[in-house]
């Protein structure tokens, strides 16, 4: 599965990363494909994070065409 996992630490600093997984646990992917645009925590503590990336980044071995 091609996928990204992000939030905010508690310094406030963003944390962002282009990962996989090929069953119960994540590897970056050493193609960081995915562009973070904006990320915001609510009062809640509920975390939204805006990214974009190309439809076919040319990364067949970890990421999924999207279509």
Known sequence: ??????GIRPDKTPYFADRYSNGHSTTVDPSQDWILQEIRQTPENTTYFRVIRDFDTGDSDNDIVIT
């Open 1 to 6: 599965a091609d996928l990204v996992i992000g």
